[in-house]
């Protein structure tokens, strides 16, 4: 667990209590690539609204948690970083007046945080970002009746002048109703959003959305970027509980988008990653466009965002298997600068596991829409996550699972556990599958797919390709490390840099081309040209 990587500001002045008259905020940001963003826009917020950003968590007099909620170890780490927060706050010589928990938690255990945690002084839902000004006490709430506990801060009340215009303009307009998609629409009547079992839980459903306009500071290395397309989710994975914790699927229209890009590649970002909970469902619920009387797609967006002066990298992440058209993968082949890269979570292989996750689809199915994406992308590197030990699988479905797998030669796979997660659909099957052989079946898929990954690792060997320099390796100061296009931030493999070639020294966020030297499971070697 680290806290976001902000910058501290030493120049902070003090009245003469010796407190700071713009306080100090430290974040701890938990989760999901989707979750540093929110955290990101709260950041920024925080800092327009007149409080400065910290990274040591000692010196801070307000800490805020974002957490996630998405399987229990999620919630365990979520529930330790704001133990460990209270520790600032309770400590002798401790300088932290206020914690702050915020994200999917908060959504899910609400009252539980409160009644349980009583050194949390307000919470602030994933759809609330907005509010997170009120809960640090740098604005007085926007509504006479807040879902918050706001403890006064002693900053004067001119700081609410600080509040973008747009942001103001939003909380002020709560009777717009919210664009949805038509199966959002049908599954919310069918009870797919509800909260009714979950204590403290707010009825209506998440709906903010960040905009162009919207403050945001980036926590990534500065030449590389998230933006978030879209939020929510509509689909009805029975193992998930994400369309309750964000509500349902909502995305920004193109040109916000396009703007936040331009501005992000201004501050030097050249490696923008889109995501969202399914970003192939992008733009089904904005209006018909003028144009040629459709809705904007994926497809669309990657053709607005790849042509822009000064963006080097562009990929997206969370495709949805029946949703990869050849529209989309024709985007992916004729852009230089769009990764041939697609992040295709197919969770199971097994048509009887599927069909009790509610995903549909078979492995023959699957391995059809693999063949015809790499047919029309030459070169395509492929990503995908699975489950094991959901409800009822039995040993004929794993076996399927893991032929599946070897058949499909995935070049970047990760395996998840099942988690029993009450509020979703799957928590109510029978046929649990005992811990111990889900473990073991872990280990088994991981160990199939090592020696898929080295094999595949192996043919990079020789290669001449850029990569994005992030700096010294994490293993050891030996060495640095890096990506090429076709490694997601975070989540992939990486590029050990074991010789500089004609260079006395790297620096981070630059682009250099190399020769990969040597092939590990999932790393591979190299040694720069230029």
């Not at 003469?16 to 955290?39: I, M, Y």
């Not at 974002?66 to 927060?85: G, Y």
């Not at 003028?290 to 495709?319: C, I, S, T, V």
Request: charged share 25%; aromatic share 6%; hydrophobic share 40%.
């Amino acid at each position: 667990m680290k806290p976001v990587d902000t910058l501290d500001n030493p120049a902070t002045a003090a009245n003469d209590t010796g407190a700071s008259v713009r306080p100090k905020v430290g974040f701890v940001s938990l989760g999901c690539p989707k979750n540093l963003v929110d955290s990101e826009v709260m950041m920024g917020l925080l800092s327009r609204g007149g409080a400065d950003l910290t990274p040591r968590a000692e010196d801070a007099e307000i800490l805020v948690v974002n957490t996630c909620s998405f399987i229990d170890s999620a919630k365990q780490e979520s529930v330790d970083a704001i133990l460990e927060m209270v520790q600032h706050k309770t400590a002798h010589g401790g300088r932290a007046q206020k914690l702050i928990v915020a994200g999917c938690l908060v959504e899910r255990y609400r009252d539980e945080i409160r009644k349980n945690i009583p050194e949390v002084d307000a919470v602030v839902g994933t759809g609330e970002l907005e509010a997170i000004l009120a809960a640090a006490g740098l604005v007085q709430p926007a509504q006479p009746e807040s879902p918050f506990n706001i403890l006064t801060g002693t900053q004067a009340e001119s700081l609410i002048e600080r509040v973008p215009s747009a942001v103001a303009q939003r909380l002020k307009n709560t009777e717009e109703p919210t664009p949805s998609r038509p199966e959002g629409d049908a599954r919310e009547a069918a009870g797919r959003f509800s909260r009714a079992s979950w204590d403290g839980a707010h009825t209506a459903l998440p709906e903010y959305l960040y905009t162009e306009d919207t403050p945001r500071i980036l926590s990534t290395p500065r030449a590389s970027a998230y933006i978030k397309i879209a939020e929510g989710c509509d689909h009805p994975c029975t193992f998930c509980i994400i369309p309750q914790l964000r509500g349902k699927f909502r995305s920004r229209p193109i040109a916000s988008i396009v703007a936040e890009a331009k501005s992000l590649i201004a501050q030097g970002v050249r490696e923008i990653t889109l995501i969202g909970q399914d970003t192939t469902c992008y733009g089904e619920d904005l209006p018909l466009q003028e144009r040629n009387g459709k809705r904007p797609e994926l497809a669309d967006l990657l053709d607005a965002l790849a042509p822009l002066p000064g963006l080097k990298w562009l990929r997206f992440l969370y495709a949805y298997p029946n949703k990869i058209t050849n529209r989309l993968l024709e985007a992916i082949a004729k852009h230089d600068n769009v990764a041939k890269y697609l992040d295709v979570p197919l969770q199971h292989a097994s048509a009887n596991v599927l069909k009790s996750m509610k995903r549909g689809g078979t492995a023959d199915r699957f391995l059809q829409i693999l063949d015809h994406a790499r047919s029309v992308v030459p070169g395509l590197t492929v990503r995908s996550t699975f489950i094991v030990g959901f409800p009822g699988e039995t040993e004929e479905d794993f076996k399927a699972l893991s032929s599946f797998v070897s058949a499909a030669k995935i070049d970047w796979l990760g395996v998840f556990s099942y988690s029993d997660e009450e509020g979703a659909a799957a928590y109510e099957l029978g046929e649990k599958v005992p811990k111990r052989t889900i473990e073991s079946r872990n280990r088994k898929l991981m160990k199939l797919q090592q020696k898929i990954s080295a094999k595949l690792r192996s043919k990079a060997v020789g290669e001449i390709v850029d990569v994005l320099v992030e700096g010294p390796s994490e293993e050891t100061e030996l060495l640095w490390q890096g990506r090429t296009l076709n490694m997601a931030p975070e989540i992939d493999g990486k590029v050990l840099i074991n010789d500089f070639g004609p260079h006395e020294e790297l620096v981070p966020g630059t682009f250099y081309k190399v020769e990969i030297t040597e092939a590990h499971d999932y790393d591979l070697v190299a040694r720069v040209l230029e």
